[in-house]
């Protein structure tokens, strides 16, 4: 465990973005003992307890606190944040080229933000316009929109990738794999990545023990 940090609790929900923050954290942290998950019961409104707001304002998961060596906690709020965060503390684990002006690094950054931002705000934008806002706001023109753009714009640019390298930036799993990953699997739920070549990805990818153990809840995941 990096010397600085002495306990990891993530504030978490099944099969959301926290599911990124998680998967990182155990490939991480050689010590699970120093890692501790508490559910934020999203679809009963936990989420907005004067408890956790005071913590979290943004009202979401995950929420990251880091408790230091001298007693002091940090806290995060941004999985993609947490994902970047936790694999530069643990550089011997290699899950990104070193902080520095390299091309590798700046492909790599380049990945894991593309994945967190212009990748999941189109699957956002289809989730919530599926199966999370009431009838009478769902826009099928937005979601026509955004599968063909997902569809047209971003699975080439990923396929490109896979067709050259076992994963997103080469020959070795990164933290750009944690986003990216989740996002295909969350892609694939929604019949996108339908494509071989993610399957294969996301075959090889969830095989990990890291992410076996940060997926084991998802059946726990319950709107009801």
């Known amino acids: 465990m990096n010397k600085q940090h002495k306990h990891y609790k993530l504030y978490h929900f099944p099969l959301t973005r926290s599911a990124r923050a998680l998967w990182a954290l155990y490939e991480t942290v050689n010590e699970e003992s120093s890692i501790e998950i508490e559910v934020v019961p999203l679809f009963s409104g936990g989420q907005y307890e ?10 979401h998961v ?18 993609a944040a947490m994902v970047e965060w936790l694999v530069d503390a643990f550089p011997e684990q290699k899950l990104a080229p070193p902080p520095g002006p390299s091309w590798a690094r700046a492909d790599y950054l380049s990945m894991l933000h593309f994945g967190a931002t212009w990748m999941d705000m189109m699957l956002w934008q289809i989730r919530i316009h599926e199966d999370v806002l009431p009838e009478e706001q769902k826009d099928e023109r937005t979601v026509k929109r955004y599968r063909d753009k997902f569809t047209l714009e971003v699975e080439p640019q990923l396929l490109e990738r896979l067709n050259k390298s076992d ?18 699997r969350w892609a694939r739920a929604y019949r996108l990545c339908s494509d071989d070549r993610f399957r294969a990805y996301l075959s090889k990818v969830s095989k990990r023990p890291a992410f076996i153990k940060a997926f084991a809840d998802a059946a726990d995941f319950n709107a009801g």
């Open 167 to 184: 994963y997103i930036c080469g020959d070795n799993f990164s933290g750009a794999d944690i986003i990216v990953g989740h996002n295909v």
């Open 50 to 59: 004067e408890p956790y707001l005071t913590k979290n304002p943004n009202h």
């Open 62 to 79: 995950p929420l990251l606190e880091v408790t230091l060596e001298d007693g002091s906690t940090q806290r995060m709020l941004e999985s």
